[in-house]
Protein backbone atom coordinates (compact mmCIF):
# COMPACT_ATOMS: atom_id res chain seq x y z
CA UNK A 1 0.00 0.00 0.00
CA UNK A 2 1.13 3.35 0.31
CA UNK A 3 3.46 5.27 2.14
CA UNK A 4 3.37 8.12 4.47
CA UNK A 5 6.28 9.57 6.45
CA UNK A 6 7.09 11.37 8.87
CA UNK A 7 9.99 13.01 10.51
CA UNK A 8 11.14 13.17 13.07
CA UNK A 9 9.76 9.95 14.74
CA UNK A 10 10.22 12.07 17.91
CA UNK A 11 11.90 15.36 19.31
CA UNK A 12 13.18 17.10 22.36
CA UNK A 13 13.46 20.73 22.57
CA UNK A 14 13.67 23.15 24.98
CA UNK A 15 10.87 25.78 25.77
CA UNK A 16 10.61 28.56 23.30
CA UNK A 17 12.51 27.02 20.34
CA UNK A 18 10.23 26.20 17.41
CA UNK A 19 10.08 22.69 15.81
CA UNK A 20 9.36 21.40 12.34
CA UNK A 21 7.64 17.88 11.50
CA UNK A 22 7.56 16.88 8.04
CA UNK A 23 4.99 14.49 6.48
CA UNK A 24 5.92 12.89 2.89
CA UNK A 25 3.86 10.86 0.98
CA UNK A 26 6.56 8.23 -0.68
CA UNK A 27 4.65 7.31 -3.55
CA UNK A 28 2.01 9.10 -4.62
CA UNK A 29 0.85 12.81 -4.70
CA UNK A 30 -1.67 14.15 -2.49
CA UNK A 31 -3.14 17.64 -2.49
CA UNK A 32 -4.53 17.38 0.46
CA UNK A 33 -2.79 16.28 3.82
CA UNK A 34 -4.19 16.08 7.46
CA UNK A 35 -2.50 17.16 10.80
CA UNK A 36 -3.93 15.42 13.68
CA UNK A 37 -2.68 15.64 17.69
CA UNK A 38 -2.96 12.77 20.41
CA UNK A 39 -2.64 13.30 23.98
CA UNK A 40 -2.08 10.15 25.78
CA UNK A 41 -5.09 7.69 26.30
CA UNK A 42 -7.33 10.04 23.86
CA UNK A 43 -8.45 10.35 20.45
CA UNK A 44 -6.70 12.06 17.14
CA UNK A 45 -8.27 15.78 17.39
CA UNK A 46 -7.73 17.36 13.61
CA UNK A 47 -6.03 20.12 13.55
CA UNK A 48 -6.10 21.22 10.19
CA UNK A 49 -6.22 20.45 6.83
CA UNK A 50 -3.19 21.13 4.93
CA UNK A 51 -3.59 22.37 1.01
CA UNK A 52 -0.89 22.30 -1.69
CA UNK A 53 -0.30 25.91 -2.83
CA UNK A 54 -2.90 26.96 -0.96
CA UNK A 55 -3.23 28.08 3.20
CA UNK A 56 -3.65 25.57 5.29
CA UNK A 57 -7.76 25.52 6.64
CA UNK A 58 -7.51 25.30 10.53
CA UNK A 59 -9.86 23.51 12.98
CA UNK A 60 -11.79 25.99 15.57
CA UNK A 61 -9.71 26.18 18.51
CA UNK A 62 -6.05 25.88 17.06
CA UNK A 63 -3.96 28.81 16.91
CA UNK A 64 -3.52 29.16 12.93
CA UNK A 65 0.25 31.27 14.21
CA UNK A 66 1.50 28.53 16.40
CA UNK A 67 0.90 25.30 14.26
CA UNK A 68 2.57 26.62 10.48
CA UNK A 69 1.79 24.84 8.18
CA UNK A 70 3.17 24.72 4.57
CA UNK A 71 2.17 22.45 1.42
CA UNK A 72 5.04 23.20 -0.87
CA UNK A 73 4.71 20.47 -3.08
CA UNK A 74 2.26 17.45 -3.51
CA UNK A 75 4.59 14.85 -1.61
CA UNK A 76 5.27 17.44 1.44
CA UNK A 77 3.73 19.08 3.84
CA UNK A 78 5.53 20.47 7.24
CA UNK A 79 3.81 21.49 10.62
CA UNK A 80 6.01 24.05 13.01
CA UNK A 81 5.20 24.27 16.35
CA UNK A 82 6.24 28.05 17.14
CA UNK A 83 7.13 28.91 20.59
CA UNK A 84 7.02 25.50 21.97
CA UNK A 85 5.32 25.05 25.56
CA UNK A 86 5.34 22.10 27.39
CA UNK A 87 1.74 21.80 26.62
CA UNK A 88 2.45 21.38 23.20
CA UNK A 89 3.87 18.10 24.48
CA UNK A 90 2.09 15.39 22.33
CA UNK A 91 2.06 12.84 19.19
CA UNK A 92 1.20 14.33 16.08
CA UNK A 93 -0.07 12.39 13.23
CA UNK A 94 -0.29 13.22 9.57
CA UNK A 95 -2.24 11.22 7.09
CA UNK A 96 -2.66 11.66 2.91
CA UNK A 97 -5.14 10.13 0.44
CA UNK A 98 -3.56 10.33 -3.73
CA UNK A 99 -4.47 13.02 -5.52
CA UNK A 100 -5.89 10.52 -8.34
CA UNK A 101 -8.45 8.59 -5.76
CA UNK A 102 -12.08 10.04 -5.63
CA UNK A 103 -13.52 10.62 -2.09
CA UNK A 104 -14.20 7.84 0.30
CA UNK A 105 -10.98 5.16 -0.31
CA UNK A 106 -8.30 4.80 2.01
CA UNK A 107 -6.36 7.67 3.84
CA UNK A 108 -3.21 6.81 4.79
CA UNK A 109 -1.38 7.99 8.12
CA UNK A 110 2.63 8.79 9.14
CA UNK A 111 3.70 6.54 11.60
CA UNK A 112 3.25 9.61 14.43
CA UNK A 113 5.93 12.32 15.77
CA UNK A 114 6.05 12.40 19.72
CA UNK A 115 7.31 15.93 20.70
CA UNK A 116 8.34 16.44 24.23
CA UNK A 117 8.92 20.14 25.33
CA UNK A 118 10.72 20.13 28.39
CA UNK B 1 -18.60 17.23 12.38
CA UNK B 2 -19.34 13.73 11.79
CA UNK B 3 -20.31 11.74 14.80
CA UNK B 4 -20.01 8.04 16.01
CA UNK B 5 -20.76 6.09 19.17
CA UNK B 6 -19.09 2.61 20.07
CA UNK B 7 -18.57 0.91 22.58
CA UNK B 8 -15.30 2.48 25.22
CA UNK B 9 -13.90 -1.13 25.87
CA UNK B 10 -13.99 -4.50 25.01
CA UNK B 11 -12.42 -7.54 26.20
CA UNK B 12 -11.94 -11.25 24.50
CA UNK B 13 -9.99 -13.82 24.53
CA UNK B 14 -7.68 -15.55 22.03
CA UNK B 15 -9.42 -17.45 19.06
CA UNK B 16 -12.49 -15.44 19.79
CA UNK B 17 -14.85 -13.65 17.27
CA UNK B 18 -15.45 -10.00 18.32
CA UNK B 19 -17.43 -7.81 17.29
CA UNK B 20 -17.42 -4.00 17.38
CA UNK B 21 -20.75 -1.93 16.53
CA UNK B 22 -20.61 1.66 15.17
CA UNK B 23 -23.10 4.28 15.62
CA UNK B 24 -23.17 6.79 12.89
CA UNK B 25 -26.71 8.24 12.77
CA UNK B 26 -25.52 11.26 10.56
CA UNK B 27 -23.66 9.88 7.80
CA UNK B 28 -24.20 11.39 4.38
CA UNK B 29 -25.32 9.60 1.50
CA UNK B 30 -22.11 9.30 -0.40
CA UNK B 31 -20.39 8.74 2.52
CA UNK B 32 -18.60 5.32 3.07
CA UNK B 33 -17.84 4.11 6.36
CA UNK B 34 -14.55 3.27 7.05
CA UNK B 35 -12.53 1.09 10.21
CA UNK B 36 -8.78 2.14 11.62
CA UNK B 37 -6.55 0.09 13.85
CA UNK B 38 -4.44 2.02 16.48
CA UNK B 39 -1.02 0.58 18.34
CA UNK B 40 0.39 2.70 20.63
CA UNK B 41 2.76 5.24 19.37
CA UNK B 42 1.79 4.45 15.97
CA UNK B 43 -0.29 6.30 13.12
CA UNK B 44 -3.98 4.95 12.46
CA UNK B 45 -4.55 1.79 9.97
CA UNK B 46 -6.75 1.23 7.76
CA UNK B 47 -8.80 -2.11 8.38
CA UNK B 48 -12.18 -2.08 6.00
CA UNK B 49 -14.39 0.48 4.57
CA UNK B 50 -17.79 -0.39 3.06
CA UNK B 51 -21.22 1.43 2.03
CA UNK B 52 -23.79 -0.76 2.61
CA UNK B 53 -24.27 -4.85 3.13
CA UNK B 54 -21.38 -6.67 3.87
CA UNK B 55 -17.61 -6.35 3.02
CA UNK B 56 -14.95 -9.01 3.49
CA UNK B 57 -11.39 -8.85 3.04
CA UNK B 58 -8.56 -10.80 4.54
CA UNK B 59 -8.43 -9.53 7.87
CA UNK B 60 -12.08 -8.30 8.56
CA UNK B 61 -15.56 -8.06 7.98
CA UNK B 62 -17.70 -5.01 7.98
CA UNK B 63 -21.40 -5.20 8.20
CA UNK B 64 -23.87 -2.27 7.55
CA UNK B 65 -27.37 -2.37 7.42
CA UNK B 66 -29.38 -0.89 5.34
CA UNK B 67 -30.31 2.27 7.01
CA UNK B 68 -26.71 2.50 7.46
CA UNK B 69 -27.30 4.13 10.50
CA UNK B 70 -24.75 1.78 12.03
CA UNK B 71 -21.97 -0.69 10.95
CA UNK B 72 -20.48 -3.64 12.83
CA UNK B 73 -16.64 -4.77 12.69
CA UNK B 74 -16.20 -8.60 12.44
CA UNK B 75 -12.61 -10.01 13.57
CA UNK B 76 -12.81 -13.47 13.53
CA UNK B 77 -10.32 -15.53 15.78
CA UNK B 78 -8.22 -12.26 17.54
CA UNK B 79 -5.28 -12.78 18.56
CA UNK B 80 -3.06 -11.17 21.23
CA UNK B 81 -1.71 -8.95 18.60
CA UNK B 82 -5.35 -7.64 17.71
CA UNK B 83 -5.27 -5.27 21.17
CA UNK B 84 -5.87 -2.03 20.11
CA UNK B 85 -7.94 0.60 19.47
CA UNK B 86 -10.29 0.59 16.77
CA UNK B 87 -12.34 3.45 15.35
CA UNK B 88 -14.85 3.72 12.80
CA UNK B 89 -15.57 6.96 11.02
CA UNK B 90 -16.98 8.64 7.84
CA UNK B 91 -15.13 11.08 5.70
CA UNK B 92 -16.58 14.62 6.54
CA UNK B 93 -15.81 16.85 3.60
CA UNK B 94 -14.47 14.67 1.24
CA UNK B 95 -11.05 13.74 0.97
CA UNK B 96 -10.58 11.62 3.74
CA UNK B 97 -10.80 14.51 6.58
CA UNK B 98 -11.67 12.14 8.81
CA UNK B 99 -12.77 13.14 12.29
CA UNK B 100 -12.15 10.27 14.82
CA UNK B 101 -13.96 9.10 18.05
CA UNK B 102 -13.45 8.09 21.31
CA UNK B 103 -13.15 4.18 19.61
CA UNK B 104 -12.87 1.34 21.03
CA UNK B 105 -10.27 -0.25 23.25
CA UNK B 106 -10.19 -3.97 22.88
CA UNK B 107 -7.95 -6.01 24.85
CA UNK B 108 -7.49 -9.34 23.82
CA UNK B 109 -6.51 -12.19 26.97
CA UNK B 110 -4.87 -14.99 26.37
Known amino acids: ?118 | LAKTTQPISMDSYEGQEVNITCSHNNIATNDYITWYQQFPSQGPRFIIQGYKTKVTNEVASLFIPADRKSSTLSLPRVSLSDTAVYYCLWAAGGYNKLIFGAGTRLAVHP
Open chain 1, 1 to 118: GAVVSQHPSWVICKSGTSVKIECRSLDFQATTMFWYRQFPKQSLMLMATSNEGSKATYEQGVEKDKFLINHASLTLSTLTVTSAHPEDSSFYICSATPTRDTMNTEAFFGQGTRLTVV
